[in-house]
Structures are given as C-alpha cells and as structure tokens.
C-alpha cells in the first residue's frame, strides 16, 4: 500500500500538527535562526513551505509587519479566505522553550492576533526536538 503526498494528509489536532513539523523538518538539527511558513487550509497543508533565513534572536516590528503581509498575499494568492497560518522557529541549542522563543511569540500575537485572517501556531525546532509553544486552536 502507498501513502498518499503528505498535502493530502488532513491535520486536525495540534498533535497532528507537532507530527507534520517533525516529519518536514527531519532531522530537526539547525546551525542557524530561521522560521518556516506553510498554510492549512480546511486542515490540508498548502503544497508551499517557505523558510525565512536569517532571522533576528527576538522579532523586529518590520519583519512581523513583513510576515502580516506574506500571510495576507498568499491567502489572496491562493483565493483562500480564513485559513491557518503553521510556523516552526528553527534555531541551533537546546531543544527547551527559552525565553526567546517566548519573545517570538508574544511579538507573534501582538502582530498577528487581530491583524490576520484566520488563525496561527508557533513550534520550536531545537537540538533534534520540535515543541510546540503556541498550538492551533482545536
């Protein structure tokens, strides 16, 4: 028996969804800071993951502004309403939440909570680990 593409995999829990980053980001070992983007839409995975290289130890107000913006133009370019937007902060260290990772989400929710269509989660991907610090809603 084959399995079908991942993209036709349905994720309907937050667990389904800390299992898709483990599977996309494996192995989750990283010598640099990135944070990778990808959209569910009606709990299917958009065929798209992009990753942001380079990015900042806590978020700067012009990258969150510039990441509103991404969301917005791939959901218009997508012809897509609400839909939820999945990160992974993908950095070297220990696979533990520091408390940067926790800066990343509260800007996160600052900039994102009222801002974007739909709904957003946040997973840390660390020293062979994937830990999910901001889950999709049930």
Known sequence: MTKPPLADVPIRSAEELTQRWITLLDPPIFGARSLWLTWLDDG??????????????VPRREMLSGLRQMHETVLDAQVLGECHLAMALCR?????????????????RLALDDEIDGTWSLHVAAGGSVLSLVEMPA
């Open 92 to 108: 070297p260290g220990r696979p533990q939440i520091t408390g940067d990772d926790d800066e990343w989400a509260e800007g996160l």
């Open 44 to 57: 299917l995975m958009l065929p798209m993951v992009i990753p942001v290289d380079d990015i900042p130890l």
